[in-house]
């Protein structure tokens, strides 16, 4: 018998919440724990744009025959359109490819079993802190893992400094794995003039950035979120982008991401990557299609792209109107302390401060689930629930 001899895996952090909150029988039970993006009923409905591409891709689907081990020839290049800018150097000197897969965290599972096998690089570093399954997907993949400094907790703020001398003792081929945007979980980002820093630090230092690009769109428009990967990709020659298109198109079933590789000439980025689809020749032969021909299709198509960045733009200012909303009622509900820090961070996710007794007591008093860091998801906060949720932290702190 071997199976008798197996220990029990502890819950993912996240998932095992939510698993929790689908069993607490309080009515007025709220889950801000995983990264979902809500609307004002409290729905995670499909986009428009997403039911029409379906509808025509329903009709036009002639063969379930297999996609190649990259995926859906068209999606791979509006990929590139969308991280590197239309025009870009990048994409003309034929320096990047790119394979759909199977979600962000497919994307950098495949980029972390690459770097694995087939370079030198073992050492990764993350920022301290971060989405709490990095660490399970690089060491699950063979990377060892190092830390750099983010956040200042006294301020709520970025500690630059911390990162960029951290970073300093990094040696040459190390990896660097940077959040594009809307930083999981502080919501904190590098303004331009940082990203300038960090990139100049990669190539003097022959650092090779890793960018989990997961929220583009969702922080300050899609152009914009892509400023830094554009701004350090201008800078070096190396680098490997994972991205999502679970959140920025509603497609979180649909596990469809790309990753993409960068290398220093075309010859170089062809051999990678065709070290890549090898990767992905032994993990799940090629990917599922419908993700892949729905985001190609509604990026490809005028009409459906205007209606996609128009949803898109109305959950980005949905949630920028929670993080306010949350504020004012926080300090409408008596709160005294400095809440503020809140509505000036990006994309779903708030740092709020609250540490774990006052996490579970808001679980345990008012079912109100948050992550054990204190991480609060603002993409499921409603003017319903609100109220809920800032009576019940006015109680905990
Ligand atoms: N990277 C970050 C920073 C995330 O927050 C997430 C999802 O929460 C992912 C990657 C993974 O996205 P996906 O659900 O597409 O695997």
């Known amino acids: 018998m071997i199976f008798s001899q197996v220990p029990q895996a502890p819950a993912d952090p996240i998932l095992g919440l ?44 002639k063969t379930k025959n297999y996609l190649g081990i990259e995926g859906v020839e068209q999606y791979n290049a509006v990929v590139q359109t969308l ?88 040696q040459a081929g190390d990896l660097i794995l940077l959040h594009g945007c809307c930083h999981n979980p502080t919501g904190i980002d590098l303004d331009a003039a940082q990203w300038e820093i960090v990139g100049q630090l990669c190539a003097d230092k022959e650092l090779v950035p890793l960018f989990d690009f997961a929220y583009q769109g969702f922080g300050a428009g899609i152009e914009e979120d892509a400023q830094g990967l554009r701004i350090v990709a201008a800078k070096v020659p190396e680098l490997l982008i994972a991205n999502s298109f679970s959140k920025n198109f509603g497609l979180y079933n649909e596990r469809i991401g790309a990753v993409t590789i960068v290398a220093a000439d075309e010859d170089a980025a062809q051999k990678s990557f065709s070290q890549i ?39 980005r200012q949905r949630i920028a109107e929670m993080r306010t909303l949350f504020v004012e009622t926080l300090k409408s509900e008596g709160v005294d302390q400095d809440f503020s820090f809140i509505s000036r961070q990006n994309g779903m996710f708030s740092f709020s401060g609250l540490n774990k007794d006052q996490v579970n007591r808001l679980k345990d008093e008012f079912a109100v689930y948050i992550v054990g860091s204190g991480r609060i998801s603002v993409a499921g906060m409603t003017k319903q629930n609100i109220p809920v949720i800032c009576k019940a932290i006015a109680q905990v702190i």
């Open 18 to 61: 939510t698993d929790a909150f689908k069993k607490d029988t309080r009515s007025e039970k709220v889950n801000l724990g995983v990264g979902i993006y809500k609307d004002e009923a409290g729905q995670t409905p499909v986009l428009k744009s997403v039911k029409k591409a379906e509808a025509i891709l329903l009709e036009a689907e």
């Open 83 to 170: 991280l590197f800018g239309q025009g870009s150097d990048i994409i003309n000197d034929k320096r990047a490819f790119t394979a759909q897969a199977p979600g962000g965290t497919g994307s950098l599972r495949v980029a972390a079993e690459f770097l694995v096998r087939n370079t030198e690089s073992k050492t990764l570093w993350v920022s301290n802190p971060t989405w709490a399954n990095h660490q399970n997907i690089f060491q699950t993949a063979g990377l060892s893992i190092k830390e750099y400094g983010y956040y200042k907790a006294e301020t709520h703020d970025m500690d630059f400094d911390a990162m960029i001398t951290d970073l300093q003792s990094a």
């Open 277 to 315: 689809k090898k990767t992905i020749r032994a993990t799940y032969s090629n990917p599922p299609a419908h993700g892949g021909l729905i985001v190609s299709t509604i990026l490809s198509d005028d009409s459906l792209r205007q209606e996609w960045e128009s949803e898109l733009t109305e959950m």
